[in-house]
């Protein structure tokens, strides 16, 4: 009983405005990534037909968000397992 009077309590606080406000933006804004995220498949879709490989621009674009000190970490990491696994030359 208290734990529901609590939640009802709650509920009376929430600004019905506000609170549909808030999800209107996220509507909206989830809208947009849809939008942006079709535009970046387009682009890729566009390299590819000029002969370049997706799959790696994708790592690029991935490993060019990594500060330095990020990317030589994962580097040498990455290097250990592929010795752990006889995959160096």
Request: zero cysteines; a negative charge; hydrophobic letters at 45%.
């Amino acid at each position: 009983m208290a734990a529901q009077a609590a939640s009802t309590e709650s509920v009376a606080n929430v600004s019905k405005g506000q609170l549909k406000s808030f999800i209107e933006r996220i509507e909206r804004l989830e809208e947009e990534k849809a939008a942006i995220a079709g535009d970046i498949r387009e682009v890729y879709a566009e390299a590819k037909a000029n002969g370049y490989d997706a799959k790696i621009m994708r790592q690029v674009v991935r490993i060019r968000k990594l500060d330095g000190h990020e990317r030589a970490e994962q580097e040498a990491l990455l290097d250990t397992y592929l010795a752990a696994l006889g995959m160096v030359s």
